[in-house]
């Protein structure tokens, strides 16, 4: 009997499904926070029950065997217990580490009592609901009981997805966020689809718990997971001294773990840096010092972790994931800095993306024989847009300037992108993780030296320091970037090569880099086509590439998402598959 695998991530924070088929091969990929138009989905659950319905009609065979596959191990059930317990007697208060069984209590160094009891209660939710949508679904629908589930341990999800969809056979694979199930830290080795723990650190010493509290000095939300802000801001300012002995005293690698100063220090250090916080009335800028000196810290911790990785591997592939490895300013210096040679970051490092890693376990649970393919995996594993609305918009959305142009909508959009309007671009499966990567996108000339105020003015509603992202054609990569790398997942900053910088000002952040998502034919053959149109009306061979959102939202999801962005901000024109759409 055929056997599908669902693939649950239930974290609180951007819970996600993933569908593999009997074949292992997925079938679908996507955070929730997509289908219900509400970012990061807190607190939701994966398998909403009307979407549950539609994706099992849509990707499998509805009398099949299903598997549910979760990201949290079983004994992380008791976590929420552990914390309630501590936060109701006053055991916890800001600037404290816990050291309580389970580990996992790390994020505590910031939060009030207050605020770890709403945590302890989002946690506890979300360890009872994942799966029974599901379960409902299949029996009232189909009268199908044949359910069944697994717990796998966080990092060995996190694991699963990175070396799974990377091109490589074997590796060395490390995993950094916030807290898996006994630690923040875990390593592993990859070999022909086996991923063997390595060392998994013990403890609630956690380099995204930092990250945390340094984006809460910073101004910035830990709740909406504006950790990136803080990277964006890293480029405009200066390492501080004083800054820089406190946060690089506070923690450091210990073998393939961390290690924190002892307790009375780190509180001394969290009094002194609460003096540098960035109060609500003071521009970002403000913070751009305590950002760029986190930037070296992290940067230095983690080259200390790959070093020994290397040593105790002799690994020449990296697969690093956690989400820490959303970080593409260290990205893209990984192959610099540490004696790796190669290196795969998925497009979905977050815990989002530990749906996938869920599904394939349990599909190689019962097949050990299991290999996945040896490919830079597609990130197209999401929804496409409904055919049927776009074509009732067409016949009876009564909307001017809509047109059809099967084959030739490539080369009008990029007509339309030379003479300096500012396109929505949607096409096929949305992308898997948080970055668009030219199926949801919002694109620009990236030669107006005012293009990027111009979008945040009028199209993304955003702070005017962050900088936008390049998609660049392959081949032209090592013409515009210095120690030019594939990135296919926009998942590595690199230096734009000086004599190019005028050329491309809209992409080049103030720091001369650019977060580069390299195209080739095979990995998107409309995008990739879309650029070379671009490149032969310009000879510019890239296009500034932002996700098709405003601030604050999710990418869109479906067609009336997309029209509603289009005719409520200065965007100029709208391509969904073969429609295009002016104002
Ligand atoms: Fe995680």
Not at 334 to 355: E, W
Request: charge should be neutral; proline fraction near 5%.
């Amino acid at each position: 009997m055929a056997r599908y695998c669902f693939g649950l991530a239930t974290t609180f924070h951007d819970p996600a499904l993933a569908i593999v088929g009997p074949d292992g091969e997925v079938r679908y990929a996507e955070a929730a926070e997509r289908y219900r138009q509400d970012k990061r989905a807190t607190n939701a659950e994966p398998d909403h029950i009307f979407r549950t319905a539609e994706l099992i009609e849509t990707y499998c065979e509805p009398d099949a065997e299903f598997v549910v596959g979760r990201t949290w191990g079983a004994g992380s059930a008791r976590l929420p217990a552990w914390m309630g317990l501590a936060s109701r007697f006053g055991l916890l208060e800001p600037g404290m580490i816990a050291r309580l069984p389970d580990g996992g209590v790390a994020k505590l160094l910031l939060f009030r009592p207050y605020q770890i009891h709403h945590l302890t209660l989002c946690v506890r939710s979300s360890h009872l609901k994942p799966g029974a949508n599901l379960a409902l679904t299949l029996r009232q629908t189909w009268g199908n009981r044949k359910l069944s589930f697994l717990d796998f341990d966080h990092h060995l999800t996190h694991a699963a997805t990175a070396c799974y969809t990377s091109p490589f056979s074997e590796a060395a694979c490390l995993v950094v966020d916030g807290i898996g199930d006994h630690g923040s830290v875990a390593a592993y080795t990859y070999r022909d689809g086996t991923v063997t723990p390595l060392a998994h650190h013990r403890g609630s010493e956690s380099l995204g718990a930092l990250y945390m509290l340094v984006t809460d000095l910073c101004g910035f939300s830990i709740f909406k997971g504006e950790e990136w802000k803080v990277m964006g801001l890293a480029a405009y300012g200066r390492r501080d001294a004083d800054l820089y002995r406190d946060l690089s005293s506070m923690v450091r690698a210990v073998g393939l773990g961390l290690c924190y100063a002892p307790m009375r220090r780190i509180r001394a250090i969290v009094r002194a840096l609460e003096t540098r916080r960035r109060g609500p009335d003071r521009s970002p800028l403000a913070a751009a010092d305590l950002a760029h000196t986190w930037q070296i810290v992290f940067s230095e911790v983690m080259d200390a972790l790959l070093a020994r990785l290397y040593v105790a591997t002799g690994a020449e592939n990296l697969v690093l994931s956690g989400g820490c490895a959303l970080n593409s300013s260290y990205g893209g210096q990984i192959l610099d800095r540490t004696p790796f040679k190669r290196l795969h970051i998925p497009s979905a490092p977050g815990d989002d993306g530990n749906a996938l890693g869920a599904a394939w376990l349990a599909h190689r649970h019962f097949h050990p024989e299991w290999r996945p393919r040896v490919q830079t995996h597609t990130p197209y594993l999401g929804s496409s847009m409904a055919g049927e609305t776009l074509e009732r918009l067409f016949r009876i959305g009564r909307v001017p300037r809509l047109r059809h142009l099967p084959g030739e909508v490539h080369r009008k959009a990029a007509e339309a992108l030379a003479s300096g309007a500012i396109v929505g671009w949607v096409q096929g499966r949305a992308e898997f993780g948080p970055r668009a990567l030219g199926n949801r996108s919002i694109l620009a000339d990236p030669r107006d030296p005012a293009m990027k105020d111009r979008i945040n003015a009028l199209v993304k509603f955003r702070e005017e320091y962050r900088p936008f992202a390049p998609a660049i054609l392959d081949r032209h990569g090592g013409e515009y970037f210095e120690n030019y790398q594939e990135s296919p997942y926009m998942e590595r900053t690199l230096r734009f090569r000086k004599e190019v910088v005028d050329r491309v000002p809209a992409v080049v952040h103030v720091d001369g880099t650019g977060r580069l998502q390299t195209v080739k034919r095979e990995w998107n053959e409309r995008f990739y086509e879309l650029i070379a149109a671009f490149h032969g009306l310009t000879g510019i061979p890239l296009v500034l590439n932002t996700s098709f959102n405003i601030m604050g939202k999710p990418i869109i999801h479906s067609v009336e998402d997309a029209l509603g962005l289009f005719y409520t901000t200065g965007m100029d024109v709208l391509v969904i598959e073969d429609y295009l759409l002016e104002k």
